[in-house]
């Protein structure tokens, strides 16, 4: 990004992320040569799903890109179709009419069954609105489980039925460790993340035992994208996480290099699991980085 004025410098500054070495490309090995793959979510290049759709590109695969048609006014995606010689198919993840015409579609434009998919959708209008946890709004709330877990249900229940999956193939649903422990900030979402992990087990072990389709959750770190900077104090939060983290934030790009492995061959037995992708922050209790700050020696 230029940096032309100081709004500029803000952005681009807001966008750094200390642990992405921009030197570093990772090599591209054909992991997922032959694949076809639908990919949700990319709204901008800051999304998690963008990167997703490049590295999967680079490693060979076909894909589909999707998110919801209003997203689709909003975002930036025919960019992203343009480089990665996707076709576009709009569906709102919680229309199961829609649901089917993507993966039917999807199916019609790649030539054949799907062999991953990535979810990558998360949206509170409870968070969007500022509402603190014990104030949730319902409405508000059974609005975020639909879109952001139930959708994942919505998904597997359409491409089980329609048997749009090969055997062998992958699930990846995107989600952060407030399912496992308070953070306040984010709110009702801590329990949609929980649903949302709970469903990748309960259904990866129906489709697992069916069809030996496999389905897991990612927890990835802090990432400066536009849902992450929608919660409130999520920059400080995101300091914090890179304090407690030895290895540090994992970025957007690296949390696409590890859905790549969990899309390929290398990973057939891997199922039902909640994957940690945080560079050590779910197992650090606390830091020195952090203890020096507090003023321990
Ligand atoms: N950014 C973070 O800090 C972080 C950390 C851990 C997990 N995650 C998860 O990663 C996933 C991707 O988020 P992101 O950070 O890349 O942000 P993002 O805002 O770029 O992506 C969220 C996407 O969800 C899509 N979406 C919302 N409602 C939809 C609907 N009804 N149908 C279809 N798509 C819909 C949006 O259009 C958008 O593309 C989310 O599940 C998020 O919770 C993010």
Same mark, same amino acid.
């Given at each position: 990004?230029?940096?032309?004025?100081?709004?500029?410098?803000?952005?681009?500054?807001?966008?750094?992320?200390?642990?992405?070495?921009?030197? &570093?490309?990772?090599?591209?090995?054909?992991?997922? #040569?032959?694949?076809?793959?639908?990919?949700?979510?990319? %709204?901008?290049?800051?999304?998690?799903?963008?990167?997703?759709?490049e #590295?999967?590109?680079?490693?060979?695969?076909?894909?589909? %890109?999707?998110?919801?048609?209003?997203a689709?006014?909003?975002?930036?995606?025919?960019?992203?179709?343009?480089?990665t010689?996707?076709?576009?198919?709009?569906?709102?993840?919680?229309?199961?009419?829609?649901?089917?015409?993507? &993966?039917?579609?999807?199916?019609?434009?790649?030539?054949?069954?799907?062999?991953?998919? %990535?979810?990558?959708?998360?949206?509170?209008?409870?968070?969007?609105?500022?509402?603190?946890?014990?104030?949730?709004?319902?409405?508000?709330?059974l609005?975020?489980?639909?879109?952001?877990?139930?959708?994942?249900?919505?998904?597997?229940?359409?491409?089980?039925?329609? *048997?749009?999956?090969?055997?062998?193939?992958?699930?990846v649903?995107?989600?952060?460790?407030?399912?496992?422990?308070?953070?306040?900030?984010?709110?009702?979402?801590?329990?949609?993340?929980?649903?949302?992990?709970?469903?990748?087990?309960?259904?990866?072990?129906?489709?697992? %035992? *069916?069809?030996?389709?496999?389905?897991?959750?990612?927890?990835?770190?802090?990432?400066?994208?536009?849902?992450?900077?929608?919660? #409130?104090? &999520?920059? *400080?939060?995101?300091?914090?996480?890179?304090?407690?983290?030895?290895?540090?934030n994992?970025?957007?790009?690296?949390?696409?290099?590890?859905?790549?492995?969990?899309?390929?061959?290398?990973?057939?037995?891997?199922?039902?699991?909640?994957? &940690?992708?945080?560079?050590?922050?779910?197992?650090?209790?606390?830091?020195?980085?952090?203890?020096? #700050?507090?003023?321990?020696?």
């Amino acid at each position: 990004m230029k940096e032309c004025c100081i709004t500029c410098i803000k952005i681009s500054s807001y966008f750094w992320q200390p642990n992405y070495d921009p030197n &570093f490309i990772a090599m591209a090995y054909n992991l997922l #040569k032959g694949k076809r793959g639908i990919i949700t979510g990319a %709204l901008d290049e800051h999304s998690i799903a963008w990167k997703v759709a490049e #590295k999967a590109f680079e490693e060979g695969a076909s894909i589909v %890109l999707t998110n919801a048609p209003i997203a689709m006014r909003m975002g930036q995606i025919k960019i992203l179709a343009e480089k990665t010689k996707a076709e576009i198919i709009p569906a709102d993840a919680t229309n199961i009419e829609e649901l089917t015409t993507l &993966f039917t579609k999807s199916q019609e434009v790649m030539g054949g069954k799907i062999d991953f998919v %990535l979810h990558s959708i998360g949206m509170s209008v409870n968070i969007r609105k500022n509402i603190s946890y014990e104030d949730s709004n319902y409405d508000y709330f059974l609005k975020g489980i639909d879109v952001s877990a139930l959708s994942l249900h919505k998904m597997l229940s359409v491409a089980k039925k329609l *048997d749009a999956i090969n055997e062998w193939g992958s699930v990846v649903a995107l989600t952060y460790a407030a399912a496992q422990r308070t953070y306040p900030f984010y709110t009702d979402m801590a329990d949609i993340k929980a649903m949302l992990e709970s469903i990748a087990r309960s259904f990866g072990y129906h489709y697992g %035992l *069916d069809k030996k389709v496999r389905i897991n959750t990612v927890s990835q770190s802090p990432t400066k994208t536009t849902a992450g900077s929608g919660i #409130k104090g &999520f920059g *400080d939060f995101y300091d914090f996480a890179n304090a407690i983290s030895p290895l540090g934030n994992a970025s957007a790009e690296a949390c696409a290099d590890y859905c790549v492995t969990l899309f390929s061959d290398l990973t057939r037995m891997v199922t039902m699991q909640n994957l &940690f992708h945080d560079g050590g922050y779910s197992s650090t209790g606390i830091s020195t980085e952090v203890m020096s #700050k507090l003023g321990v020696e």
